[in-house]
T-cell receptor, first 115, second 109 residues
């Protein structure tokens, strides 16, 4: 238990579906992250929120839409995805003030399969 | 460009010692993290080095050489539960994490 909870753990969707991934952290952190993890590839940073404000968007396609209603919750809305979007999506949090030494706390991820 | 290199897979024997290497090329440097990730689980923090030298935490140690752009994770007295992927990540001048692809460590009895 890392203090970061992701739901659902597994999701299968068609290319025309709309679904959402949810992340909740119970650690009192003020920064939250979405990462994409594909087999044998480095973690890809997708979005960063500091104090509920989006501060990073690493050229992510618009079919991925993040939402951060408060500092404890983060969503990733998915629509018209492609099969190559199949991956493990990891949420993480940390204290934004600890810029370079604060460790990231990860959730267990949502395994997404796009058919 | 920025780059992290680490071996894709390593195999070791229970009770032995294994060293997982990581080399990095980044725009500036503000430290290096090691994370452990068991299959189907969250990555968890192992260590953070920003100064040269070896830091020991029980069976695990992490080493950094800033001049060589090199780090390693040393695991002693290997146990079956150490079978996992080990992720290396360097912090660049903008405090962004640059990740390696991870090293899958297989422990055999």
């Amino acid at each position: 238990e890392t203090g970061v909870t992701q739901t659902p753990r597994h999701l299968v969707m068609g290319m025309t579906n709309k679904k959402s991934l949810k992340c909740e952290q119970h650690l009192g952190h003020n920064a939250m992250y979405w990462y994409k993890q594909s087999a044998k590839k480095p973690l890809e940073l997708m979005f960063v929120y500091n104090f509920k404000e989006q501060t990073e968007n690493n050229s992510v396609p618009s079919r991925f839409s993040p939402e951060c209603p408060n500092s404890s919750h983060l969503f990733l809305h998915l629509h018209t995805l492609q099969p190559e979007d199949s991956a493990l999506y990891l949420c993480a949090s940390r204290q934004a003030s600890e810029a370079n030494t604060g460790e990231l706390f990860f959730g267990e991820g949502s395994r997404l399969t796009v058919l | 460009g920025q780059n992290i290199d680490q071996p894709t897979e390593m195999t070791a024997t229970e009770g032995a010692i294994v060293q997982i290497n990581c080399t990095y090329q980044t725009s500036g440097f503000n430290g290096l993290f090691w994370y452990q990730q068991h299959a189907g689980e969250a990555p968890t923090f192992l260590s953070y080095n920003v100064l040269d030298g070896l830091e020991e935490k029980g069976r695990f140690s992490s080493f950094l050489s800033r001049s060589k752009g090199y780090s390693y994770l040393l695991l002693k007295e290997l146990q079956m539960k150490d079978s996992a992927s080990y992720l290396c990540a360097a912090v660049d001048s903008n405090y962004q994490l640059i990740w390696g692809a991870g090293t899958k460590l297989i422990i055999k009895p």
